[in-house]
């Protein structure tokens, strides 16, 4: 394939994706109108949750079970700062944020070390021990959590207690935690994780240090969970045990693959699809858990690539 091949089956994938992403926007602005805007702004901040998780999972090849300790333990900070410190909606947010970027700071350089399963044990250990801290905590609130949370207002002007309004709030704070994301991976810092992700003997051979790379990785995914977590418990106005249970690790895992790990937009897919069918399963009277499993288990089979995955390849193949 010559050079000029190569240039306009790059220009197409461009297009492609831009006109993609265009539509997607266009899609999530007029949703409100279609869609309970509160159902929406759950699927939003799981799109961001999975995002982030995908940074370290697809990106850098770092199996964690313990990122339900960021996103739920940065719930539980901002839910507090919001309602016991009465922290505008911004400083809030902030302070969650900045809650799991330590946290994941603190759990990376005692993790990445490790490799596979050794260090998804350590993960998962470390975020048990987050979980039984929010139990016993008083300021936790134990199994009845934070509840009546306030919204407040947005800079000072934008009323958050309407919904509309908190909509698009957060569609603009994971539209940002997207975009930085994107430009991590597409970076040269981008770049060093995959190769990371391939051979890290051979990056160390480079004279570069994956160790660093992978934490400043690990702490950047566990600041956008945080960033999610906390736009979730001031949007539903209530920080639970229920996000910072080893089941959320699970969740955001599942959502990833079956998206499609190492892309940008399956992380997008999966977490609609999984957030989509447990909301329509709740009142079937269905065990949602096997239903979701079971999908789990026929998309794995058939998209080995996730469904965004199997997707891209199939349309590159036909371009091809």
């Known amino acids: 394939m010559n050079s000029s091949n190569i240039s306009s089956s790059f220009l197409v994938r461009v297009r492609a994706g831009t006109y993609l992403l265009v539509a997607i926007g266009v899609l999530m602005l007029v949703a409100p109108q279609v869609v309970y805007p509160l159902f929406l702004i759950k699927i939003l901040c799981f799109v961001l949750f999975a995002a982030a998780f995908n940074l370290v999972l697809g990106y850098a090849g770092l199996l964690s079970f313990g990122h339900a300790a960021f996103f739920g333990g940065a719930a539980y900070i901002a839910a507090h700062a919001a309602k016991v410190w009465h922290f505008p909606f911004e400083l809030a947010v902030l302070s969650g944020t900045v809650f799991a970027a330590c946290l994941g700071f603190v759990f990376g350089a005692l993790a990445i070390r490790r490799h596979g399963i050794y260090l998804a044990m350590i993960t998962l250990a470390l975020a048990q021990m987050v979980y039984f801290l929010a139990v016993q905590m008083p300021f936790t609130g134990g199994e009845d959590g934070i509840q009546a949370v306030p919204r407040g207002y947005l800079l000072g002007v934008i009323d958050l207690r309407s919904i509309t309004s908190m909509y698009y709030t957060v569609l603009g704070g994971t539209v940002i935690g997207l975009v930085i994301i994107w430009r991590a ?98 009142t079937s009277g269905l065990p949602i858990t096997f239903i979701i499993g079971l999908f789990f288990v026929v998309c794995v089979m058939m998209f080995r690539r996730g469904v965004f995955g199997e997707l891209k390849l199939l349309l590159e193949r036909r371009r091809g």
Do not use: C
């Not at 970076?187 to 934490?215: C, D, M």
């Not at 977590?229 to 690790?249: E, P, R, Y």
């Not at 955001?252 to 069918?277: D, F």
């Open 185 to 282: 991976v597409n970076s040269p810092f981008g770049h060093i994780l995959s190769a990371i992700r391939e051979n890290e003997t051979r990056v160390t051979s480079l004279g570069l240090k994956p160790e660093r790379y992978k934490l400043i990785a690990f702490t950047l995914s566990a600041a956008l969970s945080g960033f999610a977590g906390s736009m979730k418990a001031i949007a539903f106005q209530l920080a639970s045990l229920v996000d910072v249970t080893w089941h959320m690790s699970g969740e955001v895992i599942l959502m990833t693959l079956l998206g499609g790990m190492g892309t940008l937009i399956g992380p997008i897919v999966g977490a609609s699809l999984v957030v989509g069918l447990e909301h329509f399963l709740s």
